[in-house]
């Protein structure tokens, strides 16, 4: 399955992209028309928006007063006004085809779908028209003033002072009328015969047939516009903020979007229209979370993943092969059916690759798979894979010794000897230092020039996730927390924060700026500012036993039980 995601990041959500001004007065109404938007005023005009270029190419005085409602099928046009018409426009001339007198008082709402109009006028009455030739198909008294109406083309759900009136074209009867405590519904969406409403009391309910599936408090103030796509849910309202919510959680908000009441919303597939009693049209980019890339990877769980500088991804598992993936085209481009046993460890050199086996062997293989050298001195399992800047390999494992290889020699030119098994080691960008945690807790520092130890950190705690810069570390171990080293003053520094149980991965941006880590007990992935020193809220954060970013940070891959998936980072 093939897709991309990006993550939705709490910290950076809603920008705007752009504000449309040409109403002389409140913003009524307005509904997207492929690549177009169409809005209608108090002004009596309609205005046709070119959503990229942020600019009207159409308007028109379509009725003499306030249009208070419209809708389109994409070709035609149906606006709904105080002069108690509705008037049918082709949308592609702006010619007028028709115009409709069934009310005999304010259109309030109209909706199109399924080759039906439904209109509802301020008396009460709901009419149901067949297009294209707006025969009538249907006539309902609701007995109460319609705020405003949708329709699947089976059925109507109108919003009324009295609760939300349920309406069968085919029996041509009320079926249900939905009363959420005596508060006056303001606004309605339907999404596969699911609806959601917003209500004067400043709560979202979301209905299924005549049953209340959720409701929750969104606004202090009354809600007057909503957008529902069966999931996201948009809101807008006396409050003049802009919100996304997925189900009762708020995903995203802008506050002070406009400066009048926001009369119109709708969700564009990761973008907020929105339209307001100030005159204004805003457009709102929201980080999204939809599917990207996801690939089946191993038989069976990941064990170790890392990002090459050139941008491959280095994946080794349970199922004793070593892969590579091209990140940019989504795609595996190697296997290799490297150890006896679970792969621990991947690193790049250059054209080739090595891996440290449960089975004790350091490997290196060429760029076509074959196995290229063997390097074999750790008794038991190897675990941690490095180089240095001088192209040495380094080595930890289980006999708590860490080994430099010098390429083209089988065996190791030093050893470094510590304090138990090394559990993690990583060496600084600029080649000089090696950094190393073990089984007695101390971050160590290993001079790689002078071969010995250059100073250490007591009390890291058991480590499973190590990433350096030349000046810092970042150690993430089985109490789950995410701490910061300074290897200059060789002092512990501030916790960044923490997970839920044993952080197992973690992976570092070039600049080192950006930290992702995932956690072994719930997989949940965490991003964080480095710099700032604080975690970036992502909603809903995926699932991952390893995580890798790009050295650039845009992108971050998931390995989760055997499937890769790729996601955009925007921050």
Known sequence: MIGLLFLVLQDATLTPLGEATG???????????????????????????????????????????????????????????????????????????????????????????????????????????????????????????????????????????????????GSKTETAKLDAKNVAPQCVAVSDGRIAAGYLDGHVRTWQGDRMISEWKAADLAIYSIAYDGGTVVTGGQDYMVKVWGGKTLRSKFEKAHGGLIAAVAWDGGRVISGSYDGTIGLWELSKAEPTAMLEAHGGDVSSMVMASDGRLITGGYDRTLRVWSVSARKQSLRIDAHKGRVNAVLAAGSKLISAGDDGVIAMWDGSGKRAAEFQGHTGEAKGLALTGSGQLVTGGNDGVIRLWTPGQKKPSSELKGSGEIDVLAVTPDGRRIVSVGSDRALRVWDVGKKKEAGRIEGAGLVYALVVTDDFAIACGSVGTVTHFDLNKMERGVVLGSHEGTVASGSLSKDGKLLATADRAKRIVKLWNVEARRELKIESPPRADFVALTPDGRTLVCADRGWIRFYAVKW
């Open 23 to 169: 109403h002389l007065g409140p913003v009524t109404a307005f509904r997207k028309a492929g690549g177009k938007l169409v809005s209608a005023g108090r002004d009596g005009t309609v205005k046709v928006w070119d959503l990229a270029g942020r600019k009207a190419t159409a308007d028109w005085i379509a009725h003499d007063g306030e249009i208070y409602d419209i809708a389109t099928d994409g070709s035609l046009l149906v606006t709904a006004g105080e002069d108690k018409t509705m008037r049918v426009w082709e949308l592609s001339s702006r010619k007028e085809t028709r115009k409709l007198e069934g009310h005999s008082v304010t259109v309030r709402a109209v909706a199109i779908d399924g080759g039906k109009l439904v209109s509802a006028g301020a008396d009460g009455v709901v009419i149901v028209w067949n297009l294209p030739g707006f025969d009538q198909a249907a006539k309902f008294d609701v007995k109460s003033t319609p705020r405003q109406v949708a329709t699947d083309g089976r059925q109507a759900w109108v919003a009324c002072n009295d609760g939300i009136h349920v309406l069968d074209f």
